[in-house]
Structure formats: C-alpha cells, structure tokens
C-alpha cells in the first residue's frame, strides 16, 4: 500500500481568474494562488474543470501555469491539467505545461468519443512518456462516459511516471483495492469523500472547495493524522454544508467557487443567480464562524 503524496496531501483545484471583459487575470491568478498557499494548500491543481479548461485557449493554460509557479515559488507544487478528448494535443499540452514550469500534470481519460479500456491505458501512457513530468489520471466518468477500469489502474501503476489518481469515480470499494495494491497516491476528487478515501489510505483531496475554505477542508486530515478520528469526523461534518451547495446543488463548482470569490466565468457557463450566491455566502460565513 501506498503512503505517497507526491504533490502533498491538501491541493485546490484554482479556479482561472477572468478580467471583466473575459480575459485571463494573470495578477488574480498570482494574488490567489499565494493566498492559497498561505492558508494550507501544499499545493495547486490548474487548467481542470473548476479551472474552466475547456474554454480556455493553449496559451491562456501555458501563461496561468507560468503566472502562478512565478508566484508561489519552486516549493509548492503546481500540476497542470492537459487533459483532451485528443491524445495528440494531450501532448502537445503536456510538454507546454512541462516548459511553463510544472511539477506534475493531470491527464483526463479521453471523453466523448468512449475509447475502450486498452485504448484508454495507451492514451495515458502515450502522455506519460511525452515527458519527464509525473502524472496524475483524472477518473472521472460522470463527465468523461468512460472509467478507468480496476485492471486498467493495476496495470498503469507499473510506469514509472504514474505516481497519482483524482478519483471522482464514487466507487470507495475499487479505490480501496488500488489502494492496496499499487503505489498509487490516490487524491479525493469528491469533498465528500475527502476523509473517508483519507482513512483508507488515501494521499489527501484536490478540492474545488478549498478555493474558498482552504483550512477548514486540512482540518480533517490534520486531526486524522493526530490519531483523533472523532475530532476528524467533527470538523468533516462542519464541511459538509457548504460542500454540498457547491458541488451537488446543481451548479458547476467553478459557477459556485467564483460567486464567493468574485470574477465572472465564461459562457456556457452562466453566473449563480442572486438567491443561489447569497445561500453560498451564508454557508460560507457559517463554516468559517464554526468552532
């Protein structure tokens, strides 16, 4: 069983700033990023969905990496989505990713086109040997239509540059079993599972919710890591709130993550309306009131 964390355990998923007439906010970008860091994020998880990735431009991902390892210095890891539904410019977006000063990237299974499994496995390892970065798989079949299957994870943890998964695929009992079988570092991508991945050997979380409560999301692994399961399931629960309106009340976390931060999103994507961002605040204010 794996007790790597190789980018550490607490990450946000950073949302991508946007200036108010759409384009990239690099100087929001750096103020966020720093202020994560300060505030318990051991690192940062740019350019995935809460990132609002599929509406932003090769450069815009390259420049936001660039912004940010500029502001948080060499010690924080920075991973950088490169994700796409196409394994060329999956690499194409990995080795830019690589120049613009990345640690490690997170690497989406191919969605729409619902490649079979052997595919699957061929697309990651294509990407992982484009270059000299380690990879995190991103599993995440509500969006993509396709897992990665229990076998396919067995079999992908034996290269040498998949180190890590994001699992948003809600199934505990087949993470468990990678969990124990490989050196997978398998990273929370569901806040509601953030500490109970965490308990059975999970690395940490990599958190849409964190934009906003960064150390209120650490404190349940803090106090795990204590030997106090009970203060852990306490401070979980206080969490929980806010979680599920920012990430199962029917909006897209980078809608909700943005409506407490501020800055608009691109379109599809509209903003929360009045009454949907003043349940956020309220939430909000409750968890960081909380004792």
């Known amino acids: 069983m794996s007790t790597s964390r190789p980018f550490g355990r607490a990450l946000c998923a950073m949302v991508t700033p946007f200036a108010a007439d759409g384009g990239l906010d690099l100087g929001a970008a750096r103020r966020l990023a720093a202020h994560l860091v300060a505030e318990g994020c051991d690192g940062l998880v740019l350019n995935g969905t809460t990132g609002e990735a599929p509406t932003t431009s090769d450069a815009e991902k390259t420049a936001l990496v660039r912004a940010v390892r500029e502001a948080v210095g060499a010690d924080v890891p920075v991973v950088a989505g490169v994700g796409s539904a196409d394994t060329r410019h999956t690499v194409e977006l990995a080795r830019a990713a690589e120049r613009a000063g990345a640690d490690g990237l997170l690497v ?28 995190m798989l991103y599993d995440i079949p509500g969006r993509t239509g396709v897992r990665i299957g229990t076998e396919s994870l067995l079999r992908l943890a034996e290269h040498e540059r998949i180190v890590a998964v994001k699992d948003c695929a809600y199934d505990l009992l087949g993470s468990t079993k990678v ?7 398998y990273y929370s991508g569901c806040e509601e599972l953030n500490l109970p991945l965490y308990a059975v050997g999970g690395a940490g979380y990599v958190s849409t919710v964190a934009n ?7 404190a349940p692994l803090d106090a795990h890591d204590k030997g106090d399961p009970a203060e852990a399931a306490r401070l979980n629960h206080r969490t929980l709130a806010l979680a599920e309106l920012m990430m199962a009340a029917g909006l897209p976390g980078a809608v909700t993550a943005k409506a407490l931060l501020g800055g608009p999103v691109r379109e599809p994507l509209r903003p929360a309306t009045a009454e949907q961002a003043g349940a956020l605040r309220r939430a909000h204010a409750a968890l960081i009131a909380a004792p």
Do not use: C, K, M, N
């Open 212 to 218: 906003v409560a960064p150390g209120q999301l650490r």
């Open 179 to 185: 969990i124990g079988r490989t050196s997978l570092a």
């Open 108 to 135: 989406v299974t191919p969605y729409y086109s619902r490649p079979p499994q052997d595919a699957v496995e061929a697309h990651f390892r294509t990407v992982a040997d484009a270059t000299a970065l380690p990879v």
